[in-house]
């Protein structure tokens, strides 16, 4: 019966210290500026923890970097790995990629993510589950 009580101890150990927020899994998916790219999102939000950001120019340059995310206190935190920078286009336009990312998540549907970054509201659809 103890190894029984140990085990259940242990399993909500590593499940409260693992994973991500409530409010973090609730928006997990990928989501689209539709004013800048239909077909590449701007932010891959994984189950698992992992992400991809991209900052695209239409037909100039796109940036994306690997990492991983959490919502910490109502605000979207990704930490970018800056060895997994890519760049596909006019790489003379690439300029410094922030080893952090953080905005307000100022409201979420099933459909939409709202976040605040410097004062300005943006809008991001989500991408349809494959």
């Not at 029984?4 to 973090?24: M, P, R, V």
């Not at 900052?55 to 994306?64: E, H, Q």
Request: with cysteine.
């Amino acid at each position: 019966m103890k190894r029984i009580y140990c085990a259940i101890a242990l399993s909500l150990l590593l499940t409260a210290c693992g994973g991500l927020s409530k409010e973090a899994r609730e928006i997990v998916g990928s989501y689209y500026n539709m004013a800048i790219s239909d077909d590449e999102p701007v932010f891959e939000l994984n189950p698992d923890g992992t992400c991809v950001m991209r900052a695209i120019r239409p037909d100039v340059l796109t940036i994306s970097v690997s990492g991983t995310w959490d919502v910490v206190n109502d605000s979207l935190v990704m930490h970018h790995n800056l060895a997994t920078v890519k760049a596909h286009g006019d790489t003379s336009l690439l300029g410094t990629v922030a080893p952090e990312f953080k905005a307000l998540v100022m409201g979420h549907t099933d459909h939409t993510l709202l976040l605040s970054r410097n004062g300005i509201e943006y809008e991001y659809i989500r991408g349809v589950s494959q």
